[in-house]
T-cell receptor, first 113, second 112 residues
Framework: DAGVIQSPRHEVTEMGQEVTLRCKPI?????LFWYRQTMMRGLELLIY????????DSGMPEDRFSAKMPNASFSTLKIQPSEPRDSAVYFC???????????FGSGTRLTVV | QQQVKQSPQSLIVQKGGISIINCAYE??????FPWYQQFPGKGPALLIA???DVSEKKEGRFTISFNKSAKQFSLHIMDSQPGDSATYFC???????????WGAGTKLIIKP
């Protein structure tokens, strides 16, 4: 089991550019979560998918953020246009039971300059 | 009522000592209380978890103590080692609720 795989590990982009973060959950896990981590705000849940369907996106900060899960093995988080305040570490996590036993990926460190 | 309050924010313990991190919650509907360990450059990893039907759960050097009446739970790390140096997060969730409510984290440093 390779765990939750995220790419890229690091992303540096200029303000205004589009950024796409990718996630491959653990096979068989039916829940997927996107989190953002910053020193100031800690871990913030952005969006939650269950069986590929977005259940709660109330944590998505603005319309600039969007997430998709076209199938059980792939999800993307897109920021368009990106802003410096979006700089953070973005984590994807998956679970086989809602709310229990999350497995996190290693994260994508995003820097917007 | 959805908050989980974690303390201390940072902790320095000598090698071989006991590290204790505390969390408190308000929502009595919470029924799952995990602790996660995060090393720099890595995602949080599930360390140990407890449900409110028991007062203590032990896994190796790590113990969760749970006080349902006080709505508090704590992580004890016995014989703390430099390799335990990490950030620790407590969390809580309720039955059929997908969302983990996270504490703010404790940065633990074990001095050799």
């Amino acid at each position: 089991d390779a765990g939750v795989i995220q790419s890229p590990r690091h992303e540096v982009t200029e303000m205004g550019q589009e950024v796409t973060l990718r996630c491959k959950p653990i096979s068989g896990h039916n829940s997927l979560f996107w989190y953002r981590q910053t020193m100031m705000r800690g871990l913030e849940l952005l969006i939650y998918f269950n069986n590929n369907v977005p259940i709660d996106d109330s944590g998505m900060p603005e319309d600039r953020f969007s997430a998709k899960m076209p199938n059980a093995s792939f999800s993307t988080l897109k920021i368009q246009p990106s802003e410096p305040r979006d700089s953070a570490v973005y984590f994807c996590a998956s679970s086989s039971q809602q709310g229990y036993g999350y497995t996190f990926g290693s994260g994508t460190r995003l820097t917007v300059v | 009522q959805q908050q989980v309050k974690q303390s201390p924010q940072s902790l320095i313990v000598q090698k071989g000592g006991i590290s204790i991190i505390n969390c408190a919650y308000e929502n009595t509907a919470f029924d799952y209380f995990p602790w996660y360990q995060q090393f720099p450059g890595k995602g949080p990893a599930l360390l140990i978890a407890i449900r409110p039907d028991v007062s203590e759960k032990k896994e190796g050097r790590f113990t969760i103590s749970f006080n349902k009446s006080a709505k508090q739970f704590s992580l004890h790390i016995m014989d703390s080692q430099p390799g335990d140096s990490a950030t620790y997060f407590c969390a809580a969730s309720g039955h059929s609720n997908y969302q983990l409510i996270w504490g703010a984290g404790t940065k633990l440093i074990i001095k050799p």
